[in-house]
């Protein structure tokens, strides 16, 4: 915990609030549900969020219908997020209906587009409360001006400090995240990140520490360092390499550290080495390469040739033993060509990924390239994507026949019962590997020898430390 002599006054305030609303509401046995969509970044906002409203004196609800307090944190990185949002809401109304001390609130990075957002507020009167990625360490306070039954709309343009010490209410389980940084400079010109997550601002080395070290203390035996490009941290003259190093050296009790989400044309030799020498980095990058073609990875602003990714994935390859490297690819930006098309899949080829998140290119308001000529129309982008999609589908699997007889340590997170039952867990280079076991190994690292493999899974049996 943190020691109330640390505590700036602006977060002293917080607490105070939420005392306030403690003392009012604690007794009453209120729940709150929150659905959360898009990336980490939402998903920790979203336990940050829990975490104020538990220290509220509210509980988590089991389902939308039990609850008291209902938040969605949205996502706006690509299209059809819009309609399902404001469909999701429209459902609420019923739910208010019948519970009229029902709180309904909306936020997260579509909430940070105002147009979108007042739209939303100007259309579903019942909707208490609305606000932007820059207000959570504002919640306390919207949230006791809603139980005086004000109706707010906050959506500022001011990221505004980076304010530490808010109670994190974590999802359980054995992997958790923490922020390193937040916001994003790099304005890929179909990205909307950039405008709804202002500026990069990285947090303090001995906080993210800190952190680090409660979580561990708490019993998480891995956690994900998180950041839009965490290759672009830097405080004072603390870089990423550098922040890696000093976290896996302070916190040696906690088995197991990722990071994401990698930028290419910042992966510097400082951070493979890093990785090659700290044993409890996990020896996974997802390093999002986007398009294998250089005139659309210029029209995309990504700042590196086909060529430059090519000789990290080399260097990577060389000098990590074991690395597995996974991705994101957009197909269909405006004006790509056949040829342009091919060049991703080639590249495709080329790299063996052990897995990809691949994406149809969807316009969005206000950046660059939903202005530019030469969209390509949907069917196009479909087909490309499918059989993008089936080069994956091959590829995938053949990069997992050097695993036959393959040791190694996973953590493990649970039991498959899709079929005869099956522990399941991933190796530090994130390939997840399926083995017979009792579930009592939940949670912990086992050794397991590989002995086939299925897509992009793995298949296994456990062997005693004795044989290792
Ligand atoms: N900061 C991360 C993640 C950004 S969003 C990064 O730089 O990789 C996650 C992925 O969504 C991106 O990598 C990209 O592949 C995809 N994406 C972003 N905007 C998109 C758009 N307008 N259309 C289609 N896919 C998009
Ligand atoms: Fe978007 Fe590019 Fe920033 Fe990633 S690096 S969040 S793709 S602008
Ligand atoms: Fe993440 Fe979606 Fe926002 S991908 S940063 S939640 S726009």
Do not use: W
Request: charged fraction near 30%; glycine fraction near 8%.
């Amino acid at each position: 915990m943190y020691s109330n002599e640390n505590f700036s006054p602006e977060l002293s305030e917080c607490y105070k609030i939420m005392e306030r609303i403690r003392g009012r509401i604690g007794g009453l046995g209120l729940k709150y549900f929150i659905e959360t969509y898009g990336c980490q970044m939402n998903e920790h906002d979203s336990e940050k969020i829990a975490g104020m409203l538990e220290n509220c004196g509210y509980s988590k609800a089991e389902s939308k219908q039990d609850a008291d307090f209902i938040l969605f944190n949205t996502c706006c990185v690509r299209e059809h997020a819009e309609k399902r949002t404001f469909g999701n809401v429209g459902f609420i109304k019923e739910l208010k209906q019948q519970n009229p001390r029902l709180l309904l609130a909306v936020c997260g990075c579509m909430m940070q587009q105002k147009e979108v957002a007042k739209r939303l507020y100007d259309r579903f009167p019942f909707v208490d409360l609305i606000f932007g990625t820059h207000e959570l360490k504002n919640f306390p306070d919207m949230l006791e001006k809603l139980l005086d039954e004000q109706r707010l709309f906050r959506v500022s343009d001011s990221e505004g400090e980076v304010i530490e010490g808010l109670p994190v209410k974590r999802n359980p389980g054995f992997s958790t995240f923490v922020n390193i940084m937040y916001g994003c400079n790099n304005f890929c010109t179909y990205c909307i990140v950039p405008y709804v997550r202002g500026r990069e601002r990285s947090r303090k080395p001995e906080d993210i520490i800190e952190e680090v070290r409660r979580v561990a203390l708490d019993g998480y035996t891995e956690v994900t360092l998180l950041g839009q490009n965490v290759n672009s941290y830097r405080y004072g003259d603390v870089d990423f390499p550098k922040l890696l190093r000093m976290v896996h050296d302070s916190v040696s009790e906690l088995p197991r550290i990722r990071f994401m989400t990698s930028h290419p044309k910042d992966l510097s030799d400082g951070l493979i080495e890093a990785m090659a020498e700290l044993p409890r980095v996990c020896k996974h990058i997802h390093l999002p390469v986007q398009s294998g073609s250089d005139r659309i990875l210029k029209l995309m602003n990504r700042r590196y040739t086909r060529e430059k990714y090519l000789q990290l994935i080399d260097k990577l390859r060389e000098k990590v033993p074991n690395v597995e490297i996974t991705t994101d690819i957009i197909v269909g930006f405006p004006s790509e060509t056949e040829e342009d098309y091919e060049a991703t899949c080639e590249l495709v080829k080329k790299v063996g990924y052990s897995n990809a998140y691949t994406f149809a290119y969807s316009p969005r308001e206000g950046t660059v390239a939903a202005k530019m000529d030469e969209q390509i129309p949907e069917d196009i982008k479909k087909l490309r994507l499918n059989k993008l999609n089936a080069v994956l589908a091959e590829t995938i699997p053949a990069n997992n026949e050097k695993y036959i007889g393959f040791e190694g340590e996973i953590l493990v997170e649970g039991v498959d019962r899709r079929g005869e039952p099956l522990l399941f867990g991933k190796l530090s280079n994130f390939k997840m590997v399926y083995v017979e076991g009792s579930e009592e190994l939940i949670g912990s690292l086992v050794r397991v020898k590989v002995d086939g493999y299925r897509f992009n899974s793995l298949f296994g049996h456990i062997i005693r430390e004795t044989e290792a």
